[in-house]
C-alpha cells in the first residue's frame, strides 16, 4: 500500500510538470510554423514578383536636400500627392487585409516608425491659377487688337464724340502711327458693330493708367460749341486764366469734362493766330489775275532813293585798323631775314656758301652733298658698289637701291634726274618712276623712301654756263 500510495503521488506529482512542458512544446511548434508560412509566403510574393518582371524596391535613405520650389513646382507637386494619396488608399494590397495579421518585419517598421501625424499635403490653391490666367489676359487683349492701341480707340471715341465728324478726327488727331481714313472709318465701325473687336477694346482700355487717360482726354478735339464760345473773347482785350475759368464755370454742359483754364487760353490764342475770333476780319485777296508777290514787291523799289546812311565813327575806326595792320606788315617783312636765321639754325638748313666748283647741293636734314661734276649717282655703297651719294649717311637706307637715281647737268644749264632703283623717287610730291626722269629746278624736294632732300642750284655759276653755251652756238 506504502509502495501503491508512493507511485500514485510520484504520478500526481509529475502531472502539472508534465502539462507545462507539452504547452510550451506545442507553442514553439505554433512559431515555428509560423515561420514556415511567412518564408514561404515571402518566396511565393518573390516568384511572382520576378515572374512579372518588376524588380523589388531598394532600401533607400529618406534623407533628402531641400531647395526651394517654383509656384508651376509647388502646383504640380501637391497634385502629384493628392494623387498618388488616392492610388494608395482605393488600391490596397490584398495581403495587408484587415483580416490578415502583420508579420514580424512589417512589426518592427511601425515600431521603429514616428508617432506624429503626418500632415496632409496642401491643395492647390485657387488664387494662384487665377492669377497666372489673369496676367495673360491683358497680352492677348494687346495682341488681338493689331496696330489700333488702346490709346488710339480712346482718341477716336472722344473724337468722334466731340465733333461727330470722321474727316475732323482723321486730320486733328495724332494717334500712335499714321492711319487713313478709311482705316479710321472701318475701326469706328468695328467698335460699334463688331462684339469680339469692341469687346476685346473695352476691355484694354480699361486697363489703362488713370494719368493716361486723363494725358489722352486733354487731347481731345473742340467742339464748334466750344470754339464758339470762345471766339466770344474779344482780340483787343487780354484775358487771363481768371477769364476762361469763369467761362467754365459759367458754361459747364457746353465745354469738355477735361477742359482746364490753361487749355481754352492756348487754343484762344491759336484761334487768335488764324483769325478765327468774332471781332477779326480776314483781308480779301486782291481781285485781278496776276497777285504782286515778293520778288515783284522788290523790283519796284528804287534802290537810288534809299538813304545811305554813314557812319563816320565806324569809317575813322576802320582807317585806324587799316593803318596798324600795315604798319605790322611792314615790321614783319624788315624782321623776315632774322626769323630766316633762327629756323635755319634750328632745321640745320642754313643758306650754302657755293665755291667756284660746286654746281649744286643736295642737302638734307644731317649731310650736305656737293655737286662738283656733271653727273653724280645716288644711292646705297656697298662694299662691292661705289657711288658718289651714299643715302645712307642721312638715315635708314635699306630700302633703298645699291643705284636709285643719277642727276645730270644738260649744257642748256638744266638738271634733270633719271630713277634706276625698284622704288620710286618723288619730287615735288611727283613720283618719277624706274626708267623716268624729271627736271629739278631751285628748291626742289627731292624724297627717296621716307628721306627728303632739298635740291639747290648754283644760279651765278649755271649763268655763266649758259651764257658760254651761248656764245658756243652761233659759232
Not at 73 to 88: D, F, I, M, N, Q
Not at 394 to 413: H, M, Y
Request: charged share 30%; aromatic share 6%; with cysteine.
Amino acid at each position: 500500500m506504502t509502495r501503491g500510495t508512493g507511485r500514485t503521488a510520484q504520478r500526481g506529482r509529475s502531472g502539472p510538470d508534465s502539462q507545462g512542458l507539452l504547452d510550451s512544446s506545442l507553442m514553439a511548434s505554433g512559431t515555428a510554423s509560423r515561420s514556415e508560412d511567412e518564408e514561404s509566403l515571402a518566396g511565393q510574393k518573390r516568384a511572382s514578383s520576378q515572374a512579372l518582371g518588376t524588380i523589388p524596391k531598394r532600401r533607400s535613405s529618406s534623407r533628402f536636400i531641400k531647395r526651394k520650389k517654383f509656384d508651376d513646382e509647388l502646383v504640380e507637386s501637391s497634385l502629384a500627392k493628392s494623387s498618388t494619396r488616392a492610388k494608395g488608399a482605393s488600391g490596397v494590397e490584398p495581403g495587408r487585409c484587415s483580416g490578415s495579421e502583420p508579420s514580424s518585419s512589417e512589426k518592427k517598421k511601425v515600431s521603429k516608425a514616428p508617432s506624429t501625424p503626418v500632415p496632409p499635403s496642401p491643395a492647390p490653391a485657387p488664387g494662384l491659377t487665377k492669377r497666372v490666367k489673369k496676367s495673360k489676359q491683358p497680352l492677348q487683349v494687346t495682341k488681338d487688337l493689331g496696330r489700333w492701341k488702346p490709346a488710339d480707340d480712346l482718341l477716336l471715341i472722344n473724337a468722334v464724340l466731340q465733333t461727330n465728324d470722321l474727316t475732323s478726327v482723321h486730320l486733328g488727331v495724332k494717334f500712335s502711327c499714321r492711319f487713313t481714313l478709311r482705316e479710321v472709318q472701318e475701326r469706328w465701325y468695328a467698335l460699334l458693330y463688331d462684339p469680339v473687336i469692341s469687346k476685346l477694346a473695352c476691355q484694354a482700355m480699361r486697363q489703362l493708367h488713370p494719368e493716361a487717360i486723363a494725358a489722352i482726354q486733354s487731347k481731345a478735339l473742340f467742339s464748334k460749341a466750344e470754339e464758339q464760345l470762345l471766339s466770344k473773347v474779344g482780340s483787343t482785350s487780354q484775358p487771363t486764366l481768371e477769364t476762361f475759368q469763369d467761362l467754365l464755370h459759367r458754361h459747364p454742359d457746353a465745354f469738355y469734362l477735361a477742359r482746364t483754364a490753361k487749355a481754352l487760353q492756348a487754343h484762344w490764342q491759336l484761334m487768335k493766330q488764324y483769325y478765327l475770333l468774332e471781332d477779326q476780319t480776314v483781308q480779301p485777296l486782291p481781285k485781278g489775275d496776276q497777285v504782286l508777290n515778293f520778288s515783284d514787291a522788290e523790283d519796284l523799289i528804287d534802290d537810288s532813293k534809299l538813304k545811305d546812311m554813314r557812319d563816320e565813327v565806324l569809317e575813322h575806326e576802320l582807317t585806324v585798323a587799316d593803318r596798324r595792320q600795315k604798319r605790322e606788315i611792314r615790321q614783319l617783312e624788315q624782321e623776315l631775314h632774322k626769323w630766316q636765321v633762327l629756323v635755319d639754325s634750328i632745321t640745320g638748313m642754313s643758306s650754302p656758301d657755293f665755291d667756284n666748283q660746286t654746281l649744286a647741293v643736295l642737302r638734307g636734314r644731317m649731310v650736305r652733298y656737293l655737286m662738283r661734276s656733271r653727273e653724280i649717282t645716288l644711292g646705297r655703297a656697298t662694299k662691292d658698289n661705289q657711288i658718289d651719294v651714299d643715302l645712307s649717311l642721312e638715315g635708314p637706307a635699306w630700302k633703298i637701291s645699291r643705284k636709285q637715281g643719277v642727276i645730270k647737268l644738260k649744257n642748256n644749264g638744266d638738271f634733270f634726274i633719271a630713277n634706276e632703283g625698284r622704288r620710286p623717287i618723288y619730287i615735288d610730291g611727283r613720283p618719277v618712276l624706274c626708267g623716268s626722269k624729271w627736271r629739278l629746278s631751285n628748291n626742289s624736294v627731292v624724297e627717296i623712301a621716307s628721306l627728303r632732300f632739298v635740291f639747290l642750284i648754283n644760279q651765278d655759276l649755271i649763268a655763266l654756263i649758259r651764257a658760254e653755251a651761248a656764245k658756243i652756238t652761233p659759232q
